[in-house]
Structures are given as C-alpha cells and as structure tokens.
C-alpha cells in the first residue's frame, strides 16, 4: 500500500462517507467528528503521525518524531502524562500551557498586536464622523430641521454601513481564498486609508457619501477576517480573549475617535473652510497605515494553509506560534484529521445553502444572526454616531466639569461619553469572563451566554432612564444633563463585557472550518446592515417618536434579546473549535426547553435560595438521548 493510499485509508475511518442517514447514524458520526481520534490505540496514532509527516516532508527526525507524539497528544491533550516517550522539558512545556495560558511566543503576541490594531483602525472609521457632523452638515446645506435633511444625514453616516451590508462583507470568501487572512487586512487597511484621506477633501454632502461608501471596502471584509484569524492561530484557552480584543481595541480607538474629534474642534477654519471637521474625518487614516507596515511581520493562518494543501506551511507558521514543536505538531496533527472528517461529510457546493439546510449549521446560524442582530439593535451605535446630537439637544451650550477649562460647546460630552463608557471593556476581568468554563479554568463561572442574559436587562434600564431623563423641566438643567449622561455611561459600562465582544467572538467559532468564511460574511453584513439602519433612521425616528420613544423603542429591543438568547443562543464556552460540533448538536426545540427551564432554576437558587444543581445540556449522554429523539428539529 503506497502512502498516499495509507493516507485515504486514514481518513476513510474518521467519518462515514454517507452525508446523510438516520438520527442514529448521524449521532455517531457526529461524536466521531467531535473527537475523530477517539478509540485508536497509541501505537496507531504514532503510526499515523509518522506517516502524514513524512507524506507531507515535514522535516527532519526530530519534526517526524513530534508529530508521532503528536499525534497521541491530539487524542486527549490534557492526559500528556500517559504518553511514553516525552522528555521532562517537553511535559513541562505541556503542562504550562495550562498553568499559564498566557504565556506565549512572541509570535502570538504579535499577531495579538494585529489584531488589536486592525480593530483599532475600524473604531476610529465609525466614530471621527460624531463630531464632524456637527459641522460639515451645515457646510453641505442639511443642517435644517426638515425631514429631507435628516434622512441625507442619516445616509451620509451610514454609508460605510450600507456598502458592507450589500457588497463588500460578501467580499471576504473570495478576498480570503485569494489573499489569505493577512493579505486581506492588508489590502483593507488601503482601502480605509484612502476613503478616510477622501473624506477629508470633499465639498459636498454626495461627496462625502461616495467617500464614505467606499469607506465599507475597508470595514467589511476586515471586520470579519479579523476575528476569523484570532480564533484560527489561537490555542483554545485564549481564544475567546483573543478574538475578543476585537471588540476591546475597537471600543479602544472609538475613544480616540472621540480624543481626535475634540483636539481639532477649534482648529481655525477661517483659512480653509471646514479644516476642523476636515482634519477629524482625515485622522482616520493613521492606524491603517500602521497595519500596512506592520501585518507581514506576523505569520499567516495555519488554518488557510491547510485549506490550500500547503501542508508544510501550516506547520512552519504554528511552529512560531506556540512555545514547542511537540505542541505545533500535535495542534496541526488534529486539525488536519478534522479537515478530513469534514471534507468526507461530502455535503456539497453551496456554502451559503449549507447554513441552512445543514441542522447544526443552521442552529449556529440562528445563533449568530442573534446576537449580531442584537448588537446593533441594543441601540449602542445611536450613542457612537449621535452623541453629540443627543447632548445638543439638551442644551446648546453646556460644561463637562472636568473639561470646563477645554471647550465651551457641548461636543465636550463625545469624551467622557467614550472613555466611560468604552474604557470598561479594556479591564482584565473582561478578558477572563469570555473564557470560561474550560476544563483548566473551572473557577469561573460565565461565558458567553450567561454574559448577554446579564447584561440585557441591565442596558435596557439605562436606556429607559436616558430616554425618560429627557423629560426633566429645563429649568432644573443640572439634574437633566446629568441624568442623560450618566444613563449613557451606565449602558456603555453594561454593554461593553457582553453584547460588545460576545458577538464577534461567538461568529467567528461556532462555524465549521467548511463554511466558516461564509458563515462570519453573512454575520457581519447582518450586523453591517442593521448598523445602516440605526444610522439612516436615527434623525428621524427621534422626530416621529421623540427622544423618549426612541430611547424606549431600543430598550424594547434588549428584552426581545434577551428571550432570543435564552431559548436558541447555545453557550460555548470552554470549547474547542471543533468540539462546538458536539455543541450545535442538540436540536433547537430540546435547547429552547432547556432555556426555559433554566428561568424555574434561577429562581429556586437565587431568590427560594435552595440547593437545586444546574442542568448540564452538553454531555455527550445527553447529546445522544437528543439525537436519537430527532435530529433534525
């Protein structure tokens, strides 16, 4: 038998070749899939990481002999200490990593830097135009109160928006397959750095939406690679944090944004009409360009060179990224194995029709429609694009205390708008809550989920208490402005440890490796869009129902959030990418009664204070008694 032919043989026993068959037959293969190693002796799985090495001239001895241990880490990492063979340092090395996950190679530090910067450069895209449009809207002529003006400022700020939804989100497969993970950031960060030089010279109000849509080439494609390439380089006890610092570093840069709009608001515009707002709309372009420089010097996804038979490349580019080659073989051994298990699913073409038609892509899409949606209309971006508006409408002239001695104007409330609210989801707690659960760190007790069932009915409250502000006498301005401003600080402190990093974080794992660029598109042109909405109806949502109906209209929204997240939002947490395959397993109807039973524990533990004990839903028992009632619920 030749090796290739030893290689076909491997894979035939990984996953059945019939894609589809009874609840029974897809309950087992689905088990097979969630650990395709299980039940090979360790002397099978030497002989199989001998072989993918040397098929794939991996290296020298010493690269073949790590994938042979490699391969048997794979089966159970964490039971390292019964494999034979391994040499104190490399067991040391083993066991740090789940005594100090935090300790990484630099390479892993840097692709940590990339990605925080990537995410800065899309916080600073959406919010330099908060305190532009303070004044470019009267320079363009639509700064009246009619209806025709609200709706051209509406769709002047949400342009970028509209272009991500419909066009350049959908970019990202062929963008990725083409370019790569890094290639694609990079060729973003262009696009962003020209639109928002754009922005800074145009004269007119269709001007300056042309310039802004194309500002989307460069916020779509990179806003779903980003995370996409987190989650991918990542080892499973950081990731959740990694891809998390999406959300972090871009609230980060929403506060620079902020920074950057107050520092040229009194810019002398006698010279050069508008050379404030000009300068705001232009500063954008300053963290793209240190992406450009910087992407290179980090090393491409092992995932993607997989995908492309690169099969040494993978393994040269995860050798950097973690501390030993025993844990990069072990990590590249594994995810190989599920590659072929999902390649042998042969369930088609049509990516897109196979988050649908597929039961467990179709429970991870739901999911992720979800939250995404949520994170739009939880109403967060009404207060990123339209604070200034907002606080304009309270008082035309008023003082921050702590800036009183800066600005005279009520732009002076866009800062501590954005450093209060934003600068809660910089705290380390914040990175240790979306990672919980895992098997190595059962101390803490959130995760993904239980974050948003938090913190939901916490941000509707502060937006009823902002909106319902508005209607304090205006002879008591003190109290009302402060009311108004703590509302907003309040709801930014609630959404920044939930709804702001869970969503992109839940995306970009809950897919299979097969659909996985589909599946984070159509999350992000879902997000995208009702982003577009928020912006473009805004102006005149607040005319038709007035502030405090608008306020309370987003509020609603937090609560239909929360009952869609605790009936057909699966946790995640403490998984690995592949194992959340065993996850999406279970059938809607069976989670959304688990959901509603939790509502009945909740109240037994907390409020009666009895010593009731948690459902546990994702066992493998119970996985198996909700594929053999039916699958395909």
């Known amino acids: 038998m030749t090796e290739k032919e030893k290689m076909d043989a491997l894979s035939e026993k990984v996953v059945p070749q019939r894609p589809f068959g009874t609840a029974a037959e897809r309950a087992r293969r689905n088990a ?74 630099w390479k892993m530090y840097a692709v940590i830097t990339l990605c925080s910067l990537s995410a800065a450069v899309q916080g600073m895209d959406q919010t330099v135009v908060n305190g532009a449009q303070i004044f470019y809207k009267y ?93 991918e380089t990542a080892p499973p006890s950081i990731r959740g944090a ?77 050798c950097t990224l973690r501390h030993h080659k025993i844990q990069a073989a072990r990590d590249l051994y594994y995810m190989h194995t599920l590659l072929e298990a999902e390649d042998k699913m042969n369930l088609g073409n049509n990516k897109m029709l196979e988050l649908i038609k597929v039961p467990r892509n179709r429970r991870a899409t739901l999911a992720s429609q979800i939250v995404m949606f949520m994170q739009q209309f939880c109403g967060v971006n009404v207060i990123s694009y339209y604070s200034s508006e907002i606080f304009l409408e309270v008082s035309p002239i008023y003082l921050s205390y702590f800036l009183s001695r800066i600005l005279n104007e009520s732009s002076g409330q866009i800062l501590p708008t954005g450093c209060i609210s934003r600068l809660v989801g910089l705290g380390p707690n914040q990175l240790a809550l979306i990672d919980t659960g895992s098997l190595h760190n059962r101390h803490i007790k959130v995760g993904r989920r239980n974050l948003l069932l938090l913190t939901f009915p916490l941000m509707s409250m502060a937006l009823l208490f902002t909106g319902f502000s508005f209607w304090i006498p205006e002879s008591s301005h003190n109290a ?102 065993q996850v999406f397993s279970v059938p809607t109807r069976f989670h959304a009664r688990y959901g509603i039973r939790q509502i009945g524990y909740f109240f037994k533990r907390y409020f009666l204070r009895r010593g009731v004990r948690p459902e546990v839903l994702y066992e493998r028992e119970e996985l198996a008694k909700a594929h053999d009632v039916g699958f395909n619920a």
């Open 242 to 318: 990694l891809v998390m610092q999406w959300h972090v570093w871009t609230a980060f840069r929403i506060m620079v944004g902020y920074a950057s709009d107050l520092i040229f608001y009194n810019v002398d515009s006698t010279i050069i009409v508008g050379l404030n707002w000009r300068c705001m709309m232009a500063s954008a372009m300053f963290p793209a360009l240190v992406v450009c420089c910087f992407v290179f010097a980090c090393p491409e996804s092992p995932h993607w060179y997989m995908r492309q038979k690169q099969y040494y490349h993978a393994y040269r580019s995860i």
């Open 480 to 581: 009302r402005l402060a009311c108004i401003a703590v509302g907003t600080y309040i709801f930014g402190i609630f959404y920044s440890p939930g709804e702001g990093p869970v969503p992109f974080t839940y995306t970009a794992e809950v897919y299979p490796l097969y659909v996985r660029s589909y599946g984070m598109a159509l999350g992000t042109a879902t997000m995208w869009f009702c982003n577009f909405l928020l912006g473009v109806t805004w102006p005149s949502l607040r005319a038709a129902f007035t502030i405090q109906g608008a306020f309370a209209w987003h509020a609603a929204w937090c609560l239909v959030g929360w009952w869609l997240i605790l009936l057909f939002m699966p946790e995640t947490k403490g998984k690995t990418l592949e194992e959340l395959d």
């Open 139 to 231: 320079q363009f002529g639509i700064g009246d109160e009619s209806s025709r003006n609200a709706w051209l400022l509406g769709l002047i700020n949400s342009a970028p928006y509209l272009c991500c939804a419909f066009i350049s989100c959908w970019l990202t497969v062929p963008f990725n397959y083409w370019l790569g993970r890094r290639g694609t950031i990079f060729i973003t960060c262009c696009f962003s750095a020209i639109a928002c030089l754009w922005q800074g010279f145009v004269s007119t109000w269709w001007a300056m939406f042309v310039a802004r849509f194309m500002l989307g080439f460069g916020i779509g494609p990179k806003s779903a690679t980003v995370p996409i390439y987190a989650a």
């Open 32 to 105: 097979k899939l969630s650990n395709p190693l299980a039940g090979f002796s360790h002397t099978e799985l030497r002989r199989q990481g001998r072989t993918f090495a040397e098929l794939h001239e991996m290296g020298d001895e010493s690269d073949i002999r790590a994938f042979e241990l490699g391969a048997v880490l794979a089966q159970s990492p964490e039971r390292y200490t019964n494999v034979a063979g391994l040499t104190n340092q490399e067991k040391g090395v083993l066991r740090r990593e789940f005594t100090h996950r935090w300790s990484q190679p």
